[in-house]
């Protein structure tokens, strides 16, 4: 009997401290920086030939239409065809800007957009330009902040970063309060 409980005893400290080891504990991590997340590319994207004909007819009759490049622009992001829709975007930049009295707001988040796609295809000073215009147009809209933060970031340029997380934090709080890890061009920064 003795020498059962002499090897039980080392074996069962050492299940408990296997099993320990499997408790979870609840640990704090920075997220995932990926700025076309809404936009992954999805196999059988709903009817996109018939919305993009819709597009297609809409921009057919009347070619300076902004709205209908932008709606079309974020299709193609949604099946991962990034540049169409970054010419798309442009074409809607263009065609904005020279109306008077085209909603600024909805301009922004058109180059907020392009932006969004030049920090994919590593263009990251031209991604910059277009966040800074967001926020040119629209600067109680924080999503302009948030990506040129990030951009900054990094970029290096901690105190140009950290002026836009400020500026941020004011506009929405939840958001900017969090920890991001960049992933880029496949390495985590």
Not at 24 to 33: G, I
Not at 118 to 139: G, M, Q, T
Request: charge should be negative; aromatic fraction near 12%.
């Amino acid at each position: 009997m003795l020498n059962l409980s002499t090897r039980l005893v080392p074996g069962c400290v050492l299940l408990l401290i296997c099993l320990s080891a499997c408790i979870p504990v609840p640990m704090t991590k920075p997220e995932l920086y990926r700025p076309l997340a809404d936009f992954t590319p999805q196999d059988g994207v709903y009817d996109f030939e018939t919305q993009q004909a819709k597009f297609n007819v809409a921009i057919d009759d009347d070619p300076n239409d902004a709205d209908a490049r932008f709606a079309r622009a974020l299709l193609y992001m949604g099946v991962g065809r990034y540049s169409s829709a970054e010419q798309d975007l442009t074409a809607a930049i263009k065609i904005a800007e020279r109306k008077s009295g085209y909603d600024r707001e909805r301009l922004a988040a058109i180059y907020v957009h392009r932006g969004l796609i030049r920090w994919h295809d590593e263009k990251v000073e031209l991604a910059i330009d277009d966040y800074s215009r967001a926020i040119e147009l629209a600067p109680k809209n924080w999503e302009g902040y948030f990506h040129r933060w990030l951009a900054y970031h990094f970029q290096g340029e901690e105190e140009k970063a950290e002026e836009d997380r400020e500026r941020g934090l004011k506009l929405e709080p939840e958001v900017f309060n969090r920890e991001y890890v960049l992933r880029y061009d496949g390495i985590v920064l």
